[in-house]
């Protein structure tokens, strides 16, 4: 064998290894990309059952009801054109009530969303800026442009 022949079966090792390797990458982050969608993008796009994502909007007025288990909340999110109905077990930040911001994260099954976990935004003014970006765009929002938290402050 040449050291040309030698050198040709190295580079072409390195590349298999280093292709091996990005498909390994990609394949994780394939399965721990969480998307956002508000209720109005859920209806116009195909979402996949059981994938996890987050969605994010208004808690609907009159929407919030306990089952009689006494753990699981349902509720309706909605950004002023769709409502989404959402069921979440467990116990609900201080902040949550009717008409306030949530992002809820959590899998879509059978048009039904099932939340893992709960968010209620944290002060009176702040709102995450996917939900401020979907109010908007279905005409609904009213308020000021969202406040970065301080950590992000230069």
Do not use: C
């Amino acid at each position: 064998m040449t050291r040309k022949r030698k050198r040709l079966y190295i580079v072409l090792g390195g590349l298999a290894l280093l292709g091996v390797a990005s498909a390994l990458v990609l394949s994780a982050f394939n399965d721990n990309i969480v998307f956002f969608y508000s209720p109005s993008d859920i209806a116009a796009k195909q979402v996949p059952d059981g994938r996890a994502i987050r969605i994010g909007g208004l808690v609907e007025t009159g929407s919030v009801k306990r089952e009689s288990d006494g753990v699981t909340l349902d509720f309706k999110v909605t950004d002023g054109n769709t409502a989404l109905l959402v069921a979440y077990k467990g116990d609900v930040p201080d902040l949550f009530r009717e008409g306030q911001g949530v992002v809820a994260e959590g899998k879509l099954e059978h048009g039904m969303f099932r939340a893992s976990t709960v968010l209620a935004k944290h002060d009176e003014t702040y709102m995450p800026p996917e939900v401020v970006d979907a109010l908007k765009r279905a005409g609904h929002w009213q308020g000021e442009p969202p406040k970065q938290s301080s950590a992000a402050k230069p």
